[in-house]
């Protein structure tokens, strides 16, 4: 007699609920440790810009507003994020997170994946100091 | 040769155009009526420049880039290449980073294995078995993501050691995992061996002995699926594989039937490797205390075993922040010399799944096949990937409508 290997599973599945998820109704919650966007917390960053120099896609840029203060402006650029996690592993302070809950990061333009970090009045002053640049691609 | 002979001939292009594949290939395959007589392939056509790449970033980035050479076997690059770091900059990484990496190794082969078991059903036309792969395979795809934070490039090292730990809920998760899915494989493996349909397109097909497997350096569940002992992970153990061994897998059949009972039965091995890891989780550090940010100028060799066979690494430094050279050598190009010699005396229907048989990434296989007819008429005919599937499929359909069963 021949053998037919998956008819088990396939009339037991007739009477099973669909595996999918219906996505945008229904969510699941991220794991825990998912590596969703960037979040900069500008109190203990010393400015060492390790962050900047292991990122492999030149998608943190450090903005130094003065030096001696410690105050610094990080312009992470979303769309250019491989969501490695270096960043936050380099951090010797703790200063970079990724969040777990925002994930769903699809925009119809580009403008919004440019993405200002930092205290409101030194954020203020680097808008005020700087032109709008267009925005360059990575090499 | 006669005209009417080379009327009969058709020489039937595949590729290059190929988006999944490591080595996008193009494959020629002359055919006498059904049945292939020679073959030959082209590799080289969708050179990224990631070696070269590789010269102008620093030794962190280019963790990540040589990551992202595959996207199935993403952990065993970066693995291959941070042992290759680490003999360089004369570290080596503590006993627990070195058990994570074998747990994240295993998992990924798991993953590429089910993967592998679903497309290549799928080419066989066994779609309910595809989807049932799928679907569990969803199982270790969610361990991953619990684990790792992501689904495919877990990024789990870090030049050192590890990036982060195995908790205890994580191993929980893991061996909650693990128990459904080796019950899920030892059905596999039961339908992969015995029903009927199946195994007329899997048994006796492309065959390769053991003397023509070593002779053409195939590598792999191929070569192992031809008898041939050769596991980087057993050869020259790396990572926590003193420690935690693996058994070696080989059968001595050499057809396609060998191929997929040899990586059905290294999922059953990896887990049980995975469990004995749990068990026995070594304590300490995740990294060496210090990574020097300029390797010390050497060369050196790194090679570890991917999913699909053995994956080699060369690194030379000069002392500066970036490597001198990088050179890879994926397990895919040792194997696709296989592919022509297998072809050989095989129905043009076999050829897919000869094809997907060594596991060339053919995840998304969709390209055009121009078939040229008769030189005479100079006709083309333009097949693409799914109408050479559907040839194979409708080819043993007609055939076993026929004769139920011809292999006998």
């Known amino acids: 007699?021949?053998?037919?290997?998956?008819?088990?599973?396939?009339?037991?599945?007739a009477f099973r609920q669909p595996v999918t998820e219906l996505y945008p109704v229904e969510r699941r919650p991220a794991a825990e440790d998912f590596r969703g966007m960037l979040h900069w917390n500008p109190e203990g960053c010393t400015g060492c810009a390790l962050c900047v120099k292991d990122c492999p896609a030149d998608a943190i840029e450090l903005i130094?507003?003065?030096?001696?203060?410690?105050?610094?402006?990080?312009?992470?650029?979303?769309?250019?994020?491989?969501?490695?996690?270096?960043?936050?592993?380099?951090?010797?302070?703790?200063?970079?997170?990724?969040?777990?809950?925002?994930?769903?990061?699809?925009?119809l333009g580009r403008d919004n994946y440019t993405v200002l970090y930092g205290e409101p009045e030194d954020i203020e002053q680097f808008s005020l100091e700087s032109e709008p640049e267009p925005d360059i691609e990575p090499a | 040769m006669n005209p009417t002979q080379t009327a009969d001939r058709f020489i039937i292009p595949i590729g290059p155009q190929h988006p999944a594949l490591k080595e996008p290939g193009h494959f020629e395959f002359t055919v006498?009526?059904?049945?292939v007589t020679g073959a030959s392939v082209r590799l080289g056509y969708a050179h990224r420049g990631i070696e070269k790449g590789t010269e102008s970033r620093n030794w962190t980035q280019n963790l990540y880039l040589l990551e992202r050479v595959c996207g199935i076997c993403s952990h065993i690059h970066a693995t291959a290449y941070t042992l290759g770091v680490e003999q360089l900059a004369e570290v080596e990484a503590p006993p627990r980073a070195q058990a994570i990496r074998e747990i994240f190794a295993e998992l990924?082969?798991?993953?590429?294995?089910?993967?592998?078991?679903?497309?290549?059903?799928?080419?066989?036309?066994?779609?309910?078995?595809?989807?049932?792969?799928w679907r569990d395979r969803e199982t270790v795809m969610d361990i991953l993501e619990e684990v790792s934070g992501n689904r495919v490039h877990y990024s789990?090292?870090?030049?050192?050691?590890?990036?982060?730990?195995?908790?205890?809920?994580?191993?929980?998760?893991?061996?909650?995992?693990?128990?459904?899915?080796?019950?899920?494989?030892?059905?596999?493996?039961?339908?992969?061996?015995?029903?009927?349909?199946?195994?007329?397109?899997?048994?006796?097909?492309?065959?390769m002995t053991k003397e023509e497997a070593l002779r053409l350096g195939v590598v792999g569940p191929t070569a192992r699926a031809s008898g041939v002992e050769r596991d980087i992970r057993?050869?020259?153990?790396?990572?926590?594989?003193?420690?935690?061994?693996?058994?070696?897998?080989?059968?001595?059949?050499?057809?396609?039937?060998?191929?997929?009972?040899?990586r059905l039965d290294e999922l059953l091995d990896s887990y049980?490797?995975?469990?004995?890891?749990?068990?026995?989780?070594?304590?300490?550090?995740?990294?060496?205390?210090?990574?020097?940010?300029?390797?010390?100028?050497?060369?050196?060799?790194?090679?570890?075993?991917?999913?699909?066979?053995?994956?080699?690494?060369?690194?030379?430094?000069?002392g500066g922040e970036s490597p001198d050279r990088i050179k890879v050598r994926t397990p895919t190009l040792c194997n696709m010399g296989s592919v022509i010699k297998q072809a050989v005396g095989h129905n043009l229907a076999d050829v897919p799944m000869i094809l997907v048989g060594i596991d060339p990434c053919f995840s998304c296989n969709d390209r055009a096949?121009?078939?040229?007819?008769?030189?005479?008429?100079?006709?083309?005919?333009?097949?693409?990937?799914?109408?050479?599937?559907?040839?194979?499929?409708?080819?043993?359909?007609?055939?076993?409508?026929?004769?139920?069963?011809?292999?006998?």
């Open chain 2, 156 to 207: 789990a090292n870090i030049l050192g050691g590890v990036k982060f730990d195995i908790t205890d809920k994580a191993a929980n998760t893991i061996l909650k995992g693990l128990d459904f899915l080796e019950e899920r494989t030892h059905h596999y493996r039961s339908v992969v061996n015995e029903d009927t349909f199946f195994l007329q397109r899997t048994r006796g097909v492309g065959l």
């Open chain 2, 108 to 133: 990924e082969r798991i993953h590429s294995h089910l993967l592998w078991l679903g497309v290549a059903a799928h080419d066989a036309g066994f779609d309910t078995l595809f989807m049932y792969t």
């Open chain 2, 369 to 408: 096949v121009s078939i040229r007819e008769s030189r005479r008429n100079g006709q083309e005919k333009v097949w693409n990937w799914a109408d050479l599937r559907r040839y194979g499929i409708e080819f043993y359909r007609r055939k076993m409508g026929l004769e139920s069963s011809i292999l006998e």
């Open chain 2, 32 to 35: 006498e009526g059904e049945t």
């Open chain 1, 1 to 13: 007699m021949k053998k037919i290997g998956m008819l088990k599973d396939m009339i037991r599945s």
């Open chain 1, 64 to 107: 130094t507003i003065d030096k001696a203060a410690k105050r610094f402006v990080i312009r992470y650029h979303v769309d250019r994020c491989l969501f490695c996690g270096q960043c936050a592993y380099s951090c010797r302070f703790n200063c970079i997170t990724l969040s777990n809950d925002e994930w769903e990061l699809a925009d």
């Open chain 2, 234 to 262: 057993v050869d020259a153990p790396y990572i926590a594989y003193h420690d935690f061994p693996v058994n070696l897998v080989t059968l001595p059949t050499g057809d396609l039937e060998a191929r997929f009972l040899v």
């Open chain 2, 272 to 318: 049980r490797v995975i469990r004995d890891i749990l068990n026995d989780m070594p304590e300490g550090e995740l990294t060496v205390k210090r990574m020097p940010r300029k390797m010390k100028p050497g060369e050196v060799i790194s090679r570890v075993e991917a999913p699909r066979g053995e994956l080699f690494y060369f690194i030379r430094s000069t």
